[in-house]
Structures are given as C-alpha cells and as structure tokens.
C-alpha cells in the first residue's frame, strides 16, 4: 500500500462508547424490526446487489457502518438512495437480517433529517407520462417526504 | 363458470392495459371469470418502510377487508407490486398482533362514506388476514393446473424460444410470498412449456430491473437492463417474458435509451405472460395490445402464428 495514500481518501472513524451503543442504532433496530449486530460481514449482501458498483458505500459497509454508530455517513450516502428495494440482499443474508428493510428506515431517517432527496420536479416529464403508476408511486413513497 | 375476485390495481387500466386485456379474454376460454371489485383503491404498491408506519397498511387491507366481506376467500391480481403489496399486508395483520389491531381500530373509525357502498359502520368486523392473495400465474398453476393449460390451448406456441424474466417482488421476500424458489424459481418456465414454447436459461432471470429507479437514476435501470437483455439475447432468445408492469417498462421502452449507451445491444421484443397466454388461446391479434410497445413484436408473433399455420393448431 502506498504510504498515507489511505489516510487520504478514508476519512478516520472516531469510536466512542456513546456513539456505538448510542440511540442510533436503537431507534434502527426498533424501527426495522431487525438485530443490526447480527451481521458479521460475510458480504454476501454486496456480492448479489446489481447496484453496488454505484454506492458510494457497500452494502455490508452500511451495515457495519450502523452497527458502529456512524448515522452521519450512512444517512448522507448516495447508497441509501441507489437502493432499488429488489430484496437480493434480504433473502441471501445467512443470518437472515432484511437489509432492505435496512435500507428503508434509514431512508426514512434521512428524509425525517431534512435530506429530501427527491420530489416530482425533478423526474422528467417524458418520463413521468410513460412509466407505469407503480415505479412513480414507489419512487415518491421511498425517496420523498 | 367460475368466478374469482380479481383486483386489478392502477397500471393496468392505462399504461399496462395490454397486461390486463389479454387475461380476461384467455380466463375466458379456460372457463373462470376474473370479477373485478366493484371498488377499488390504490394497493400502496410498496409496503411500508418501518415498523411505524402503519398508515401504508391502511389501503392494502381496506381493500382485502372489502374482499372478504363481500363473501370472496380468494383474491387474485396479475400486477407484481400490486401481489407483493397486498400479499405482505396480508402477511402483516396476520402475524402482527399490535398491527392487526391498530389497523383494524383506523379502518373501523374511518370507513369511506360512498353512496354507493353499505354503510357497515354497525357490523364492524376485525379483518384478521383471511383472504388469500394469489398472483394470476399461481392461480393458472395451482386453481386451473398448467396440465389443463396445455388441454385446452388452441395453438402450441413450438419453435418460441422464450427467456422468462421474474424481477424482484414477484419473489421476495421468500418467507412472506412463498410463490416459488427465490433462486431458482420455475413457474413461468413450466407455464411457457404447457404452451408449448420452448425456455431459454440464461443467468439473469432474478436480477433486478432497477425498478423505481427507473424515475429517479433512468440510467441506473438502462445499465441493469441492458444486462439482462444481452444475456437474453446471448442465449437465443426471441422475446423475454415478464409480469410486472414496470420491469415491462424498463426492459421495452428503455431500450430507446438502452442503444445510445450501450451500442451494440441487441434489440428484443419483451411480452407480458398474459399475451403469449393469449396468443395460445388464440385471442384476436388486435385485442393483445401489441402496439403498446417500443420494440415491435411482430417477428415473435409471426413466429407464433406461424406455428399455428404449419399444423400447430389441435
């Protein structure tokens, strides 16, 4: 590895007692009906998605992310929001945690902090008269208050 | 005749008709009767993103309440989002005891008053998740049988080579819909080969479309679909067959954006089940809503009615 070349790109994660074990991942457990330290980072998640090669954070890196209490990088991450809810990660986890759903409530959380990421005016309105009601209305429900 | 209820959901009475139109005519000839619901709302199309959201169960179970008041045990939808929709509301008031009560406590509080529904704000019943939901496809294998298909069709579709395409809430979550294997999910193939088509295998099957992505990141889905296509294409294949609406979608029209990024990939023609079923059934041509779509299907139905001519016809 070349010499602080990671430094550089990989910001430094400052762990506390208070962050780790802090409301964040309560609030996330009690909201996604999920045990967030389940996961030990088999990858299996990042390895089926057909989208990971466009986050900006993997899968499983949200995940330990989570479980380490970093709500700010998680909820600020394009991840969240390249997330198509397709389940791949959901039903291939070996400890049967819903990523997806995962990915839901932080969605939610984000949106509760004000990201709005995405609203009527920005979908194309070519767009908006060809695709069936599902996608519109799934997109709106998912990536807007 | 039999009849069976049938919720049709919004896609499919305008820009999926061609999805919708099909099934009616084929239930038709294979002796039941898909009874749309006098009334009917909007199912949600996604399930809600957290446990606190409850008000997202509020549509989907009004309308299975509604269901089951009405006498009806069986519910069938041909929509992917609308089955996975309804089918894990159904799941939730089933198994959520905290969920059962605080949507049925909404629901009795806020009935809808329409002059053209009963009141029933007196006989108020609890609606604990009798009603079972099934995708058309389940009710064709498991209500008709797919050996009867193959009884009762007028042309053997033989010399088709068909990619099934199954997305994602078809399928998923395993546990909650239970339709098929989530790996290695066979109904649409042994549905094609009761029409006498024949399947191509190739490895993207259960590989997302990009769903909703397709509003927000179009490229995201063009890129994931132009995937799709070219192993489907790879292998053979004359037409890729979907159910969902929106994997239609992405998979046909989006082949328009598909062939500036991606030059190179080969155009195929994408069909709804429900049209290679009326094809079978031998629908009027006009009544299967084939100029619905981007790319033309015309050489998979020539091919087909080809068929028909060179002495496939019983």
């Known amino acids: 590895m070349a010499e602080g070349a990671d430094n550089e790109t990989t910001p430094r994660l400052r762990l506390d007692r208070e962050k780790v074990r802090g409301e964040f991942g309560k609030r996330l457990d009690s909201l996604s009906e999920q045990h967030i330290l389940a996961c030990y980072q088999c990858g299996n998640c990042s390895s089926g998605c057909p989208l990971a090669e466009e986050m900006d954070l993997l899968p499983s890196t949200v995940m330990h992310l989570v479980q380490l209490g970093q709500s700010e990088a998680v909820l600020n991450s394009r991840s969240i929001w390249v997330c198509a809810s397709c389940l791949q990660c959901t039903v291939r986890c070996p400890k049967g945690i819903d990523i997806q759903k995962v990915m839901d409530v932080l ?5 509760a902090e004000g990201i709005d990421h995405f609203g009527p005016d920005q979908v194309d309105p070519r767009n908006a008269a060809e695709v069936p009601q599902p996608g519109l209305v799934s997109a709106y429900r998912k990536l807007s208050t | 005749m039999t009849r069976v209820a049938y919720y049709p959901g919004c896609a499919l009475k305008e820009r999926s008709a061609h999805l919708e139109r099909p099934a009616l005519g084929a239930a038709e000839k294979l002796g039941f009767e898909l009874d749309e619901l006098d009334s009917w709302t909007c199912c949600g199309a996604v399930p809600p993103p957290s446990e606190e959201r409850i008000m997202n169960l509020v549509a989907p179970i009004r309308i299975l309440k509604d269901v089951r008041d009405t006498g009806d045990e069986v519910l069938v939808t041909i929509c992917d989002f609308c089955y996975n929709s309804l089918k894990r509301a159904n799941h939730r008031v089933s198994t959520s005891d905290l969920d059962r009560k605080r949507v049925n406590a909404f629901l009795r509080e806020n009935q809808p008053k329409r002059d053209y529904l009963p009141s029933t704000e007196e006989d108020y019943r609890d609606y604990l998740g009798e009603v079972q939901v099934m995708h058309l496809l389940e009710y064709l294998r498991d209500v008709v049988g797919f050996e009867e298909i193959a009884q009762s069709r007028s042309t053997e579709l033989s010399g088709l080579r ?8 078809m399928l998923r979550p395993e546990d909650e819909i239970g339709l098929d294997s989530v ?3 066979t ?3 042994d549905f094609l080969v009761a029409l006498g088509a024949e399947t191509v295998a190739y490895p993207y099957r259960t590989v997302c479309c990009g769903s909703y992505l397709s509003v927000s990141f179009p490229e995201s889905s063009a890129r994931l679909c132009s995937n799709i296509i070219s192993s489907a294409a790879e292998k053979g294949a004359d037409a890729i067959v979907v159910s969902c609406p929106l994997c239609f979608y992405n998979l046909d029209s989006r082949q328009k954006m598909i062939s500036e990024l991606y030059p190179g990939t080969k155009s195929i023609p994408i069909l709804y ?4 079923l009326g094809m079978a059934m031998d629908l009027d041509i006009s009544d299967l809503g084939f100029d619905k779509h981007y790319v033309d299907p015309e050489p998979v139905v020539e091919k087909a009615l080809g068929s028909l001519k060179g002495g496939g016809s019983r």
């Open chain 2, 273 to 276: 089940f429900t049209q290679v």
């Open chain 1, 107 to 111: 969605r939610q959380m984000a949106l």
């Open chain 2, 162 to 169: 068909l990619a099934p395409y199954y997305g994602c809430v």
């Open chain 2, 187 to 189: 109904i649409i193939e």
């Open chain 2, 183 to 185: 790996e290695n999910p």
